[in-house]
């Protein structure tokens, strides 16, 4: 177990909320020491929020689901719903540190107690990251099943060679969860081929794992991976061999209704600020709020974003209740994404040719939201596990 030096965050002790309003609070709080110059220059200069990330740590924002006998606070998904949605509606990133938040569940329920004494107190204090998740690969892409990397067992432990490639935050983290094959065996479900693992990468870097950036539309930090034999211990495999897809299936409904709470926050942000533009902007002797042309798309992007967040706030519960939530998180993540995309636009619209302009931080959110028509999952496949898990139409891939 660990010591005292726990990283809670304030004030918060109880597992059920309906508004969570203490920690939107505190949120909004230090959010406000990181106003938009902050995110444009980052933006501009391509460089990770160290000191923000710091403060959400020190703070204990990061540590929210890590349960406190290893330093964290205990608190259901709905409350991480809450922070990440908060830090997009002030004009903030989490994509800097919200995989943290996703990917912990692989090592809470699968892990083993060494595993989880050796890293989850370090990882609530800040000591250290789990940013890096390494799945996607170059010619899989989100055909997790089809991956390449493997992992073979070697006298001390496992062997690893591949390419993982959208490794968000590997440059700035200090674990990863890797998924590699463990087997090609023909005779062994494709689902049961693969392992997780946890991998030291302040250890691997230069002793076979490179990291080589990718320059994007955003400033997202994502990355490549390779593997060149490197060389880790047996007590890096997370569960049982062969076990990893099973394992990353319930980070993957978390992560779907996290990033459904970042686009929801985006939402908001693009609605609070065309709201206030479109009250105060006069054109031809009126505000241009007055202007049905304005004002129908800024109602409709409200509508939307409320009605999408009912589905988050629905999948968020399923999930602390540990029920079956794979539909709700996907279709949550669907109609945020779209709602944000959709505010975003209106926002272009409402904003005009400031729209454009750097100071007004629209240009750099609209950016931003794009990404989430197409990561984590795209809305394609979300709209074909709809047509083929739930409505029970023949699958089309």
Known sequence: ????????????????????????????????????????????????????VKALTESGYLACLIPEEYGGSGLPIQAACVILE????????????????????????????????????KIASGKLRLQAFGVTEPDAGTDTLSIRTKAEKSKNGYIINGQKVWTSRAEYSDLML??????????????????????????????????????????????????????????SLIGDEGKGFKYILDGMNAERILIASECIGDSKFFLDKMTEYASTREVFGRPIGQNQGIQFPISRAYAETE???????????????????GTEANIAKLLSSESSWKAAEAAIQTFGGYGFAEDYDIERKYREARLYQIAP????????????????LKRSY
């Open 307 to 325: 009605a999408a967040a009912l589905m988050v706030e629905r999948a968020a519960k399923l999930f602390d209740k540990n029920m079956p939530c």
């Open 86 to 121: 908060e830090i997009q509606r002030s004009g903030g990133n989490g994509a800097a540190c919200h995989a943290q938040m996703y990917i912990m569940g692989a090592l809470l329920r699968y892990g083993s107690e060494d595993q989880k004494n050796k890293y989850l107190p």
């Open 1 to 52: 177990m660990v010591d005292n030096n726990v990283n809670r965050v304030p004030g918060i002790t109880r597992l059920e909320n309906d508004s969570w309003e203490d920690i939107r609070t505190g949120v909004k709080s230090l959010c406000n020491n990181f106003p938009g110059e902050y995110w444009r220059k980052l933006d501009s200069d391509r460089t990770y929020p160290e000191e923000f």
């Open 178 to 235: 890797l998924l590699a094959r463990t087997s090609n065996n023909k005779n062994t479900k494709r689902t049961e081929g693969l392992s997780l693992f946890i991998i030291d990468m302040q250890k691997a870097k230069d002793n076979g794992l490179t990291i080589k950036p990718i320059k994007t539309m955003i400033n997202h930090a994502t990355t490549e991976i390779f593997f060149d034999d490197l060389e880790i211990s047996a007590e």
């Open 377 to 392: 999952v795209s809305t394609n496949l979300i709209l074909a596990y709809i047509g083929q898990n739930v409505l029970g």
